[in-house]
Antibody, heavy 122, light 110 residues
Framework: QVHLQESGPGLVRPSETLSLTCGVSGFSISSGYYWGWIRQFPGKGLEWIGSIYRSGNLYDNPSLKGRVTLSIDSSKNQIALRLTSVSAADTAVYYC???????????????WGQGTTVTVSS | QSVLTQPPSASGTPGQGVTLACSGSDSNIGRNTVSWYQQFPGTAPKLLIYSNNQRPSGVPDRFSGSKSGLSASLAISGLRSEDEAAYFCAAWDVTLDGPVFGAGTQVTVL
């Protein structure tokens, strides 16, 4: 069974960089699939942050204005997210997830991590 | 502001049926299939329906999905207390080149 686990600091100061990792077990990320980050705001809305493939091919949400860096470490079977210049508006629960059939009409998010709460505050 | 539109709440009594709506545009639902997710408080969303109407293994057949044009629906028949949760719809958006979501519908079992 595929299991995803996010980790990282729960509190980040404004203007600093948010860094999260997502460890994957039960599946080798080198075998395929896009892996992505989604966040859920306190009001419950969901927002796609970005997705990355084993080749390093990646896509991110233009609304984040280039603040996103995604990386993949096949040796550790994990993906990572860096979000720079954070503000209170970035306070959310951050999920990593596996994208099934990304970029196609059959897309779905078939495996999710448990999520990690990140608060941006001084 | 969510790209896909969902009503914020729905309710029903045990045993009843309830249908949840999700509407989008030509760049998402109009061109691609819809998936639905169930979320309980404090937990991650869980895939409930994919490709408009397919259930992953383990999802009861009380849950069914459909799509027509720019809208999709999730129907829950034989409502149970354990169905009380938030339900989100999602679809790939060709303009964004990424997934878009609805704001979710909170289902209450009266």
């Amino acid at each position: 069974q595929v299991h995803l686990q996010e980790s990282g600091p729960g509190l980040v100061r404004p203007s600093e960089t948010l860094s999260l990792t997502c460890g994957v077990s039960g599946f080798s990320i080198s075998s395929g699939y896009y892996w992505g980050w989604i966040r859920q705001f306190p009001g419950k809305g969901l927002e796609w942050i970005g997705s990355i493939y084993r080749s390093g091919n990646l896509y991110d949400n233009p609304s984040l204005k280039g603040r996103v860096t995604l990386s993949i470490d096949s040796s550790k079977n994990q993906i990572a997210l860096r979000l720079t210049s954070v503000s209170a508006a970035d306070t959310a629960v951050y999920y990593c997830a596996r994208l099934n059939a990304a970029g196609t009409s059959l897309f779905s998010l078939d495996v999710w991590g448990q999520g990690t709460t990140v608060t941006v505050s001084s | 502001q969510s790209v896909l539109t969902q009503p914020p709440s729905a309710s029903g009594t045990p045993g009843q049926g309830v249908t949840l709506a999700c509407s989008g545009s030509d760049s998402n639902i109009g061109r691609n299939t819809v998936s639905w997710y169930q979320q309980f408080p404090g937990t991650a969303p869980k895939l409930l329906i994919y490709s408009n109407n397919q259930r992953p293994s383990g999802v009861p057949d009380r849950f069914s999905g459909s799509k027509s044009g720019l809208s999709a629906s999730l129907a829950i028949s034989g409502l149970r207390s354990e169905d009380e949760a938030a339900y989100f719809c999602a679809a790939w958006d060709v303009t964004l080149d990424g997934p878009v979501f609805g704001a979710g519908t909170q289902v209450t079992v009266l």
